[in-house]
Every structure is written in structure tokens, then in C-alpha cells.
């Protein structure tokens, strides 16, 4: 049984608001905790965290190839970008998840900036509020200037793509307190 293509796209489009949310509560925590010490939410963000960071980029991936290969939507150029910098994650953290090794965060913390840049890039470029400032390496019928994804009157998919970068980002940046 397929879901229904606007289903699907609403629900995507509360799941970034969760990450959106998620990412400001793990930045008021960090600050908090730097003023305060330790809480015990921190301390549950620091034993599951990785395995978390793992599920939304494995999401990631699970999702961007089942709107390409099932339902049909051309990856433009910069979405293929996006892609370069996703997918590895979730073989890294996953592997890093299962040995608990924290040492991970800076590569994830750089390929998430890397794959953010673009997707806020394409957001703000189908949104409008820029022009192309690069030729949009298209695939055949791919537009990187098209919005496919149009929820809730701001969410694309490549701020989809931007919220969960973020997060993963974040929750790095949080996670490499536990090396110190």
C-alpha cells in the first residue's frame, strides 16, 4: 500500500517542524547546561544521540530515494549535492552509533554545514529570494528552481533536506561535549 503523495508530503512537513523544534531545545540545553551543569535530559541526548542522528539521516536517505525511484520525482543537480553530503552519514553514524565512538561529531558537524549551505541555497533559490547565481546542473526534466514540496507555506524539500542537517549538526555540536 502506498501513501498517498500529499499525505506523505504533510507528514514530512511536521517531521521538519519537529526537527526544527528539536534543533532549538538542543541549543537552549546546550547553554543551559553550560550555565547550570548537566541535566538528565542531556545525559539521555548523550547515550542515544548518535543512534538518533543515525535515524534522521537514515530517514534522510530512506526518503530522498523513495520520492526519486518510487515516486518518480527527478533529482535536480543540487538535490544530487544534498545526496553527496546525506549518505554518508548514515553508513558513519551508524557504525559509530554501534561502537559509541564520539570522535565522529567534527566529520558529521563538516558534511552537515556542507549539505546545509545547499539546501538553504536551493530553498531561498524556490522561494525566490535569490536568482541563480550558478547554472543548475539539471538532470533531464529536473528543475533545481522547482518546488515539488509546498507545505504549511515555507516548507520545501530542500529545507527539509536543510532542517535535518541542521539537526544532525547540532546534536554533534552537543554530543562533543562528551569528549571533553
Known amino acids: 500500500m502506498m501513501i498517498p503523495v500529499e499525505t506523505l508530503n504533510t ?8 526537527l526544527q523544534i528539536g534543533t532549538v531545545v538542543l541549543v537552549l540545553l546546550y547553554f543551559s547546561e553550560r550555565a547550570n551543569g548537566i541535566t538528565s535530559f542531556g545525559n539521555l541526548i548523550r547515550r542515544f544521540g ?3 542522528a543515525f535515524l534522521v539521516t537514515l530517514g534522510g536517505t530512506v526518503l530522498s530515494l523513495y ?6 520525482f527527478v533529482p535536480c ?6 545526496r553527496i553530503f546525506l549518505f554518508p552519514q548514515v553508513l558513519l553514524l551508524g557504525y559509530a552509533a554501534w ?16 549539505g546545509g549551505f545547499i539546501a538553504l541555497y536551493q530553498h531561498a533559490l524556490q522561494m525566490g529570494y535569490v536568482g541563480s547565481i550558478l547554472p543548475c546542473p539539471a ?23 536543510f532542517s535535518a542537517f ?6 554533534m555540536w552537543f554530543l562533543r561535549k562528551r569528549q571533553s
Open 99 to 114: 561502537k559509541k565512538e564520539f570522535f565522529i561529531a567534527p566529520y558529521i558537524i563538516l558534511l552537515s554545514i556542507a
Open 50 to 52: 548518535l543512534w538518533l
Open 67 to 72: 520520492y526519486s525511484e518510487i515516486i518518480g
Open 139 to 161: 538532470s533531464p526534466g529536473a528543475d533545481c528552481a522547482q518546488r515539488l514540496v509546498f507545505e504549511f507555506g515555507y516548507i520545501t524539500i530542500p529545507l527539509m533536506a
Open 166 to 171: 541542521l539537526f544532525v549538526g547540532v546534536l
Open 77 to 82: 543537480g543540487l538535490c544530487w549535492l544534498q
Open 11 to 18: 507528514l514530512l512537513g511536521l517531521g521538519t517542524i519537529a
